[in-house]
C-alpha cells in the first residue's frame, strides 16, 4: 500500500496539479480567443451598418433624382441626356472603360 510521502503519491498529486494549472491556461486563452472574436465581429457589424446606412442614403437619393427626372418635360430630358453624352466626364469615363 502507499503511505504518506510516498513517491507515487507525490507524483501522482504533482501531476494532478499540473493538469488543473494546464485546464486553467487552456480556459484562459479561449477566453481571450473568444474576446477577440467578438470585437472582430463587432467592429465588422458596426462597418456593415454604416455601409448599409451609406448605401441606403445613397438609394434615397437616386431615386429622388430619377423621380424629377421624369417630371422635366420631355424636351429638356433630351438636352440634358445630350449634355451628358457630349461631356468631358463621359468622354474620360469610356477612354477608361475601354483600357
Known amino acids: 500500500m502507499f503511505y504518506s510521502g510516498s513517491p507515487l503519491l507525490e507524483k501522482s498529486a504533482r501531476l494532478k496539479q499540473a493538469k488543473e494549472e494546464a485546464e486553467k491556461e487552456i480556459a484562459a486563452y479561449r477566453a481571450k480567443l473568444e474576446a477577440e472574436f467578438q470585437k472582430k465581429v463587432s467592429d465588422v457589424s458596426v462597418f456593415f ?11 434615397y437619393s437616386m431615386i429622388q433624382i430619377l423621380q424629377l427626372s421624369f417630371m422635366l418635360s420631355n424636351e429638356y430630358r433630351v438636352v440634358v441626356i445630350l449634355e451628358l453624352t457630349s461631356s468631358d466626364l463621359t468622354k474620360k469615363l469610356k477612354k477608361k472603360s475601354i483600357t
Do not use: F, I
Not at 51 to 58: D, G, I, Q
Open 49 to 59: 451598418d454604416k455601409y448599409n446606412s451609406y448605401t441606403t442614403a445613397l438609394s
